[in-house]
């Protein structure tokens, strides 16, 4: 089997409920749409983790983060696992990453033979939550309100200086590749961070949106006594207690995260062009990490397992795949596995570890039937989540809680529990022995306050003294760029040029 390139472009918060078939309709993103039309579009697909970091390391390696270790935004993210920059880099692919992943601890690589940018989160245990402490809210990095009652225009901010950089690597690689001074076929990992929170878009994106119909939620905010207790421990971790959020400040702020996905369409467009003008060909994926609130019930950001937070899309451009919808539910675990299979990569070494399935039958009119997990173990809750979304079903469980259900085709925006309604308690029955059958809760509750008090142990230590940090910190080795005098220059000259000259 031929092993094709692959060209992966993932970005950061962005809700799959805007991805019913692709982008909705009134979004502008024709870039994102032209892709869609050839695209393997997948409209129920979950993250492994409502969460940066756990949501990446899942996607990264198929496991979740029970599995892998990953549980918050500063847990160390193993050398041992392997992702799929190691199974397609043993298999012979060159792999590079230019953007975000938000890998904790020392190794910045995790399979990737270059990485062209930094990241734009550190790489230390200073994130850390503490079980130990339920309630403290950790100010200096815990989101809140200023997300909203901040949104607006800006030319320039903290992260699009980052995707501009990052847009920017991309392409420059993608011309590079086609020199072909490697034979060996490549993946490419494009990572940004937008359309993540602080909601700030440049003007010409803002204006796009000025007339849109959907600056106002669906669901508009639920009394705080009305609201579940995970919601409500979201409540008080955004501080949200103490911003008085207007209706407009909502429109802004969703204005400008809508300005934001037509900034990164253009970005997008910016690496697809270049791939056309450099005649290569690649598969190429889109996803999300995970997905945002965006004021819908009154919640923001993500840390929640309702749609908005835990959905995401992914859409596949890939000759072994034909375009068009898939419903079933899947999820971004399966990522690796469906890369492995579509450059036929074997992963029997680890399979019996892994907990995702290849989505590439299911895009040649095959069926799933198994069920997609989800948890959550970080900021905001006090205890881990789990949740199954099986079938037209959505259950939700954790030690502290009632159980959840959720009708997901009559009620898709999750406003009546059906957990205690007599006529649904053989569907609770079935869901909670599969839920009990995958989670030991008690055991998961105890291996995340492990990984956090040793995490707090090891950051506090390394900041007495001499500090060395983590964060990764790109290789610019200019004597071998441009013109030197070890070159010669009529080689030089033509061997980085494509086309070659005569």
Known sequence: MSQPNILIIMVDQLNGTLFPDGPADWLHAPNLKALA??????????????????????????????????????AEFASSIPTYAHHLRRAGYQTCLSGKMHFVGPDQLHG??????????????????????????????????????????????????????VAYNATRKIYDLSRGHDARPWCLTVSFTHPHDPYVARQKYWDLHNDCAHLDPTVGEIAYDDLDPHSKRLYDAMDAKNFDITPDHIRRARQAYFANISYLDDKIGEILQTLKDSRQEATIMFV???????????????????????????????????????????????????????AGVDMSDVMPWTSGESLVHLGQGGSRDTPVAMEYAAEGSYAPLVSLRYGKWKYNRCALDADQLFDMEADPHELTN????????????????????????????????????????????LR??????WDYQPLQKASERYMRNHMDLNVLEDSQRFPRGE
């Open 464 to 469: 007495n003294g001499n500090y060395y940090p």
């Open 288 to 342: 999300s990490d995970h997905g945002d609130m965006l004021g819908e019930r009154g919640m923001w950001f993500k840390m929640s397992f309702f749609d908005g937070s835990a959905r995401v899309p992914l859409m596949i451009a890939s000759p072994c795949m034909e375009p068009g919808l898939v419903k079933a539910p899947v999820s971004s675990i399966d990522v690796t596995p469906t890369l492995c299979d579509i």
């Open 37 to 74: 039309a050839r695209s393997t579009r997948f409209q129920n697909c979950y993250t492994a983790s409502p969460l940066c970091a756990p949501a990446r390391a899942a996607f990264m390696s198929g496991q979740l983060p029970s599995r892998n270790g990953v549980y918050d935004n500063a």
């Open 418 to 461: 059906l957990a205690e309604v007599p006529a649904h308690q053989g569907t609770i029955t079935q869901l909670r022995a599969k839920s009990e059958a995958r989670w030991d809760l008690t055991k998961f509750d105890a291996d995340v306050r492990h990984s956090q008090a040793c995490r707090w142990v090891v950051y506090e230590a």
């Open 112 to 165: 990737f033979e270059e990485r062209l940018t930094t990241d734009i989160y550190p790489a230390d245990f200073g994130w850390t939550p503490d079980y130990r402490k339920p309630g403290e809210r950790i100010d200096w990095w815990y989101h809140n309100m200023g997300s909203v009652t901040g949104a607006g225009v800006a030319e320039i901010s903290n992260q699009m200086e980052y995707d501009d950089e």
